[in-house]
């Protein structure tokens, strides 16, 4: 058997409070609900359900227990270090400390508040959440500490930096920065806070009264000359004006109006600046509106910065994402109402160009891997909610994980027969998937790929089973495999079962933390696999 490696931080002690077992305790319940919404050993791709106190049952149980304190760490650490799939469940734990009984708790998620709830849409959810907990009580939310919260977000924030925040998102989940100021009674820090909440509060034509002919400070003069813009865009219909404004200011998608995203020189200009990841996602759209076409300069401007490196890498943008994009734009047609588009031919190059050179994004784990695809079935399914057949994406995320960690065995299995797959890093994703499908069909064993690392005297610290089929139909287990590995070859090993087309069942209840079953794959099971890796879940 290969030497066990660095596992001592897995086995004997981890991140999430468990030594020297594999039992499920609280903090581990906690930092898997922060992770991907749910206490429980499943993660559906692309579930987006809303969060509630139902879901939260170890946090509760944490601070009933005056750990309150450490909570709130927890969450920051999800928050700040891109650990969480979505930022929902994290924004509403903290909403949850800010009322527990404990003061010392209150006072640790009030001072959080603005390192988690950096953009102004999780502020708006923050506050969402807290009425919600509220409902059925007599008491309000808007304490003498929430008042303060709230206008320490807006004082201590750059001033310009602020007038781009509360011109791009203004409301959202029922809330407008003009309820928050009213509400919180936020007594402005500098003269740019006070003129930026005028601004929010009174309208551009009081600010206007105010400081027209008054002298201002140079961050005042600034604040103004920003606001001024927003507002010239907001009642320009002079496209040649308005992109000349965009490139000028770096004005954003959200500060323009709805007749201003019909003109193709206003969609040049804001192409030049607007993220890859929005890009990605409105294609489909800018064809369909003719924005984008064959030859033009728009079309040229998206393919450069796709092929772009420095723009790729800036946007630490994943491979998995662009494939995504790329398949869902090959395809020719949304999936909610009538948008259809013939995709450019230039653009899927340049984004088949962009999937191999965006590898360089994927931070390697620096873990033992066993990668292993069940052929058992055809994979010529469709991973669910994607246009991405289940052996495309198995292609793909065995290209991801063999090119970024060193020590990755593919392997491919079928009616008792483990194949391993030599997967060069010049092949691309056609030939891997052709690889893949080229092995014969037959029954499902997914103990297959951990015996095979027994036999092969292996040392692994993570198996992922990548299945066509239902997880709930397998005979033999692989869990009761993975205790008998463990034991035998004394690394911490984890497994993750993946049903790519799986709607939400699991393999098996379970009370262990080393396993985790995927249902259907998205980008955000890229981040599950990472942190149960390294023991952050």
């Known amino acids: 058997m290969e030497p066990s490696g660095n596992t001592t931080s897995n086995h004997t002690l981890n991140s999430t409070g468990a030594e020297g077992s594999w039992e499920i305790n609280d903090k581990t319940k906690l930092c898997r609900f922060l992770c991907y919404g749910s206490e429980g050993d499943i993660y559906t791709a692309r579930e987006q359900g809303h969060v509630s106190t139902e879901h939260a049952g170890a946090l509760l149980s944490l601070l009933q227990e005056g750990r309150g304190a450490e909570v709130v760490e927890e969450i920051k650490r999800f928050a700040q270090d891109g650990r969480a799939v979505r930022p929902g469940p994290a924004v509403f734990a903290l909403a949850v400390c800010s009322q527990h009984s404990e003061l010392k708790t209150r006072q640790a998620a009030f001072k959080a508040l603005k390192e988690i709830c950096r953009d102004p849409a999780h502020l708006f ?61 936020t007594k402005p820090a500098t003269d740019a806070v006070a003129l930026i909440s005028k601004y929010v509060t009174k309208g551009w034509k009081e600010v206007q009264e105010a400081y027209g002919d008054k002298e201002n400070s140079e961050e005042v003069v600034k604040v103004l000359s920003y606001l001024e813009v927003v507002e010239k865009v907001k009642h320009s219909c002079d496209e040649a004006e308005v992109s000349s404004l965009i490139e000028e200011h770096k004005l954003e998608r959200e500060q323009l109006l709805t007749d201003h995203l019909r003109s193709k020189q206003v969609w040049s200009a804001l192409l030049r600046e607007i993220s890859l990841h929005s890009i990605l996602k409105i294609l489909g759209k800018m064809t369909s509106n003719k924005l984008v076409e064959p030859g033009s300069s728009e079309t040229q401007t998206i393919c450069d910065r796709l092929q772009n490196e420095s723009s790729l890498k800036k946007a630490k943008i994943h491979p998995f994402s662009i494939l995504l994009a790329s398949e869902n734009y090959k395809r020719g047609q949304g999936y909610q109402g009538k948008t259809k588009w013939e995709a450019d031919s230039s653009i899927l190059k340049a984004m088949d160009c962009a999937f191999y050179k965006s590898f360089m994004n994927v931070e390697p784990v620096g873990k033992r891997f066993v990668l292993a695809v069940d052929v058992s079935t055809s994979l010529t399914s469709v991973v669910p909610g994607t246009a991405i057949s289940t052996a495309v994406a198995a292609a793909a995320i065995t290209m991801i994980f063999a090119q970024t960690e060193p020590n990755t065995h593919v392997l491919a299995f079928s009616e008792g027969t483990v194949v391993p797959c030599s997967l060069s ?8 998937t052709a690889e893949l499908v080229k092995f014969p069909s037959g029954s499902t064993d997914c ?84 942190n149960l890796a390294l023991d952050l879940i």
Not at 425 to 432: S, Y
Not at 456 to 476: E, V
Not at 478 to 497: C, E, N
Request: aromatic content about 8%; overall charge positive; some cysteine.
């Open 425 to 432: 890093a010049d092949m691309t994703l056609a030939e891997v």
């Open 447 to 530: 103990t297959l790929p951990i015996t095979w690392a027994a036999g092969s005297g292996k040392s692994i610290d993570m198996f992922i089973i990548l299945t066509n089929n239902p997880l709930w139909t397998f005979t033999a287990s692989p869990v009761d495999s993975l205790k008998k590995y463990r034991l035998a070859s004394g690394a911490a090993s984890k497994l993750v079962m993946c049903g790519l087309t799986s709607i939400g069942h699991t393999i098996a209840d379970t009370e262990d933390r080393g396993l985790l079953s995927l249902c259907g794959f998205d980008l955000g099971a890229f981040c599950v696999i990472r």
């Open 125 to 185: 959810s923050f506050i969402q959440y807290k009425k919600e907990l509220k409902e059925g009580m007599k008491c309000g939310i808007w304490g003498r500490a929430l008042r303060k919260a709230v206008s320490d977000w807006y004082n201590e924030q750059d001033a310009l930096s602020l007038a781009a925040a509360v011109t791009r998102c203004k409301q959202r989940e029922g809330w407008s920065h003009q309820d928050l100021l009213r509400l919180a009674h």
